[in-house]
């Protein structure tokens, strides 16, 4: 029943994706330029306020129902990951179809995140931590649809053309900025300390699925790494900017480049996220060249 809703699930993603880019093309909007991207970033904000929402949902009220965090079921929990599989077919075939989201990076991350969504969901493994990355960590990645949004579409970011929009890009990289640090900086290790304990005591005991639980301990810490080195990267821009505005009081300074994405970094370091936002302080043209930062992250799931 799973296998066949996640099916279900898969196509009509594609479907409302296809149905979307058909409708902003008809549109002449200023996002018609790239309607690929802008379909994609309408269904990926949809998936990942469901994983976020419902993941904190299950994370604060049924999280503690699972006894056995390695082998237990639930059914909520293994829903969630079913849905995340879905996406992450989905959103890897869109990648390979959309030449402003293909990148060796987002490729891998959601080859990686679907497979460990498919053992979750198909095999009730760890869907106790399953909660968590496929869902609690998902939150700042609602507040990324929108920077990497107004990231492409620099000119609906303008505060001569749309000041409201200006404040909904503001706002949106303040958030994803301190979700990123406090959820997958923060929180992430001590749930990875925990997973690692679980998994450890499961293998001892050689209660099964083996191969799954090594798999899924070393992708761990990878993932584990890149959260840090992200997170130091945000800081250190957060930094930069809030101890450099001082300096450039009329508008005229430095010009400061934050790469902050979904889980983020830049291309120099095969990043995966093209969350890269230009700060001019105190003044932002709609007209600055565009980075070649991309992507999405090599473990929003964090399996």
Same mark, same amino acid.
């Given at each position: 029943?799973?296998?066949?809703?996640?099916?279900? #699930?898969?196509?009509?993603?594609?479907?409302?994706?296809?149905?979307?880019?058909?409708?902003?093309?008809?549109?002449?909007?200023?996002? /018609?330029?790239?309607?690929?991207?802008?379909?994609?970033?309408?269904?990926?904000?949809?998936?990942?306020?469901?994983? !976020?929402?419902?993941?904190?949902?299950?994370?604060?009220?049924?999280?503690?129902?699972? #006894?056995?965090?390695?082998?237990?079921?639930?059914? &909520?929990?293994?829903?969630?990951?079913?849905?995340?599989?879905?996406?992450?077919?989905?959103?890897?075939?869109?990648?390979?179809?959309?030449?402003?989201?293909?990148?060796?990076?987002?490729?891998?991350?959601?080859?990686?995140?679907?497979?460990?969504?498919?053992?979750?969901?198909?095999?009730?493994?760890?869907?106790?931590? /399953?909660?968590?990355?496929?869902?609690?960590?998902?939150?700042?990645?609602?507040?990324?649809?929108?920077?990497?949004?107004?990231?492409?579409? =620099?000119?609906?970011?303008?505060? !001569?053309?749309? =000041?409201?929009?200006?404040?909904?890009?503001?706002?949106?990289?303040?958030?994803?900025?301190?979700?990123?640090?406090?959820?997958?900086?923060?929180?992430?290790?001590?749930?990875?300390?925990?997973?690692?304990?679980?998994?450890?005591?499961?293998?001892?005991?050689?209660?099964?699925?083996?191969?799954?639980?090594?798999? #899924?301990?070393?992708?761990?810490?990878?993932?584990?790494?890149?959260?840090?080195?992200?997170?130091?990267?945000?800081?250190?821009?957060?930094?930069?900017?809030?101890?450099? /505005?001082?300096? !450039? =009081?009329?508008?005229?300074?430095?010009?400061?480049?934050?790469?902050?994405? &979904?889980?983020?970094?830049?291309?120099?370091?095969?990043?995966? &996220?093209? !969350?890269?936002?230009?700060?001019?302080?105190?003044?932002?043209?709609?007209?600055?060249?565009?980075?070649?930062?991309?992507? &999405?992250?090599?473990?929003?799931?964090?399996?």
């Amino acid at each position: 029943m799973g296998d066949y809703r996640a099916l279900c #699930t898969t196509i009509v993603l594609f479907s409302v994706h296809f149905v979307l880019q058909g409708l902003i093309l008809c549109c002449k909007s200023p996002v /018609s330029r790239d309607s690929g991207f802008a379909a994609h970033q309408l269904c990926f904000l949809f998936c990942m306020s469901y994983c !976020a929402i419902f993941g904190c949902w299950l994370w604060a009220n049924r999280a503690d129902e699972i #006894t056995d965090h390695v082998y237990g079921y639930h059914q &909520g929990a293994s829903l969630l990951a079913e849905f995340n599989c879905s996406f992450q077919i989905y959103d890897l075939v869109i990648s390979l179809y959309e030449k402003t989201l293909r990148k060796t990076d987002r490729i891998v991350h959601h080859s990686v995140a679907m497979v460990l969504a498919f053992w979750s969901y198909h095999d009730n493994l760890l869907q106790y931590y /399953s909660i968590f990355f496929f869902g609690v960590s998902e939150v700042s990645s609602v507040f990324l649809t929108f920077v990497e949004f107004f990231k492409e579409f =620099p000119r609906l970011r303008n505060p !001569a053309i749309n =000041p409201y929009l200006t404040q909904v890009n503001e706002i949106s990289r303040i958030m994803f900025a301190a979700l990123f640090i406090s959820i997958r900086v923060v929180y992430w290790p001590y749930i990875s300390m925990q997973f690692w304990g679980d998994s450890l005591d499961a293998l001892s005991r050689g209660r099964g699925y083996s191969f799954e639980l090594i798999f #899924t301990m070393i992708a761990n810490i990878g993932l584990t790494l890149l959260q840090f080195h992200w997170g130091s990267m945000i800081a250190r821009q957060i930094h930069r900017k809030l101890f450099s /505005s001082s300096a !450039a =009081p009329d508008g005229g300074g430095e010009s400061i480049s934050i790469d902050i994405d &979904g889980n983020g970094a830049n291309d120099d370091i095969g990043s995966p &996220g093209k !969350a890269v936002e230009d700060y001019k302080y105190g003044t932002m043209s709609s007209d600055e060249p565009r980075s070649s930062t991309l992507g &999405g992250s090599l473990l929003k799931s964090a399996a």
